[in-house]
């Protein structure tokens, strides 16, 4: 018995790259670089001055009292919710609340908060720490506030896998609703941590780049003169639903999802295994499920990071996956316009695979200028590509071994 199908009726993104689908994809095939200094706070003493942060967000879709209450990273999510919603034309209130569920994942929640209360606490005494303060930084208040929004009672949970908690939250949801258990799932990532600790932090890792007389050029995936990955901000979130409700309602079915595949390197707390072994079986099981064969046109948008570390094992992982028909498919990162938004950037990067489906456009990697001869494969250097090719992968890796890879395929 077959399992029930999973397809994408709408989404929503709030990037540094623009809010909004048609902005964010407009800016991300012409190839315009969503990273600048970084502006939330001083950051003249910190080794990385540069970020891809979120320009023009306008949260007055909340109410002045809600966005006192709402921290950054969950505003994003709302507003992506809403943007998914009008995208796919679902009628909530006409839906069994418990038929419809939440997943959203994020890594961090907000440091923001954290940073704020302390200074409070050092400052005034404990007495003076906000009710607020457990709410606003737990990172499970952005699918609770979702649920809570929009009147959502079915699974509702937060996936926390650092850079994969986006994927995984998707990968999540078509597993309920293969399994029968809803018909619809908002599901995606979240994240917004550009402020002092979340910067130091990953300063301290040696992890980002110090271009930053360059910001706009200083995330290169892939390029031999990498120097580490662009921290940045943003949300996506998609509504995936079972096939045949999707059909009864008359929804516009934007692609479908047709593999999921996750392992765990079960090696370092931040570094990739050298040999790319889980991350490459990870790609293998989602290609299985989706019964892609080896040799069809294939698009992957690559994890992708700018880090010397992870741009060679993930290259090292798609040989071990697709052999030597590695060399004539088109990768390519769009971290290289955005940064990293960390716990969003799996979810972000499953709509861009979405869109590049429908559109038959490959993003570009920007800033590829000197070939890195451990990184041999076709990255999309610095223009988009027009592609004949009904399916693609999008690869999340993250922090403690967690590898992710969905299929996505044009609906027919």
């Known amino acids: 018995m077959s399992l029930p199908r999973v397809v994408v009726t709408g989404w929503g993104i709030v990037s540094p790259v ?25 950051a003249t003493q910190f080794d990385s001055q540069i970020a891809g942060e979120v320009k023009d967000f306008d949260p007055s879709f909340l109410s002045l009292r809600e966005r006192k209450r709402i921290p950054r990273f969950v505003q994003f999510a709302l507003h992506c919710t809403e943007q998914a919603i009008q995208s796919s034309n679902l009628a909530i209130e006409r839906i069994d609340p418990y038929r419809i569920g939440v997943i959203v994942g994020a890594g961090i929640g907000s440091l923001r908060t954290i940073e704020k209360e302390y200074k409070t606490f050092i400052e005034k005494g404990p007495s003076k720490i906000s009710p607020f303060l457990i709410p606003k930084l ?3 208040e952005a699918a609770g506030s979702i649920a809570i929004h929009f009147n ?41 941590c550009i402020t002092p600790l979340g910067v130091g932090g990953f300063c301290a890792l040696k992890a980002l780049s110090t271009r930053n007389d360059e910001p706009q050029r200083a995330s290169r995936p892939f390029d031999k003169n990498r120097d580490g990955f662009v921290i940045g901000e943003g949300a996506g979130i998609v509504v995936l639903e079972e096939l045949n409700f999707a059909k009864k309602r008359k929804a516009d079915i934007k692609a479908e999802v047709i593999g999921y595949g996750t392992t765990c390197d079960a090696y370092h707390i931040t ?32 994890h992708g990071t700018s880090t010397s570390l992870n741009d060679k094992v993930e290259t090292k992982a798609i040989k071990r996956t697709l052999g030597s028909y590695a060399k004539k498919i088109l990768i390519s990162s769009t971290k290289s316009t955005m940064g990293h938004t960390l ?18 456009i490959v993003p570009p990697t920007i800033n590829y200028e000197e070939p890195d001869p451990e990184c041999d494969l076709n990255y999309t250097p610095n223009y ?29």
């Open 271 to 302: 570094a990739p295994s050298p040999d790319g072994e889980a991350a490459s079986y990870a790609m293998e099981l989602a290609l299985k499920e989706g019964r892609v064969a080896i040799g069809e046109p294939l698009y992957i948008n690559a």
């Open 384 to 412: 988009a590509r027009e592609y004949d090719f009904k399916v693609a992968i999008s690869n999340s890796l993250g922090f403690g071994g967690h590898n992710v890879a969905l299929v996505v395929k044009e609906f027919k």
């Open 152 to 192: 959502l009672k079915g699974v509702n949970f937060c996936t926390v896998s650092a850079c994969a908690s986006g994927a995984h939250a998707i990968g999540e949801a078509f597993r309920y609703i293969q399994q029968g258990k809803v018909d619809v799932v908002i599901a995606g990532g979240t994240e917004s």
């Open 343 to 360: 716990g969003a950037a799996g979810a972000i990067e499953f709509i861009v695979c979405c869109l590049a489906v429908r559109d038959k």
């Open 18 to 42: 623009g809010i909004g689908e048609e902005k964010s994809w407009q800016n991300l095939i012409e190839g315009r670089s969503g990273i600048d200094r970084i502006t939330q706070f001083d």
């Open 138 to 140: 737990i990172t499970n």
